[in-house]
């Protein structure tokens, strides 16, 4: 799957990736984005902001605002 992924801790840097799709666990679902959008703290690891720097473990698949279609249901 297409990933936005955070790399490095230098502000302004993001690369467009292929990644592993990810396992479902027990209490997990999965999601086929659709349409997904940025929120202040997206922008604020993307600028690396004081407070980002060490929270932010990278590299960092971005990205918790989408719409999409469920796949799967873990249980």
């Known amino acids: 799957m297409k990933a936005v992924i955070k790399p490095d801790e230098e502000p302004r840097s993001l690369l467009i990736s ?14 086929r984005v659709k349409a997904g959008s940025i929120c202040g ?5 993307y600028l690396m902001k004081a407070g980002f720097k060490g929270y932010a473990k990278v ?17």
């Not at 292929?18 to 999601?31: A, F, M, R, S, Y």
């Not at 703290?41 to 690891?45: A, E, I, Y």
Request: no cysteine.
């Open 59 to 75: 590299p960092l698949v971005m990205g918790h605002e989408v719409a999409g279609i469920i796949e799967e249901v873990g249980g």
């Open 18 to 31: 292929d990644v592993e799709t990810p396992k479902v666990g027990l209490n997990d679902v999965l999601i």
């Open 41 to 45: 703290s997206d922008l604020s690891v």
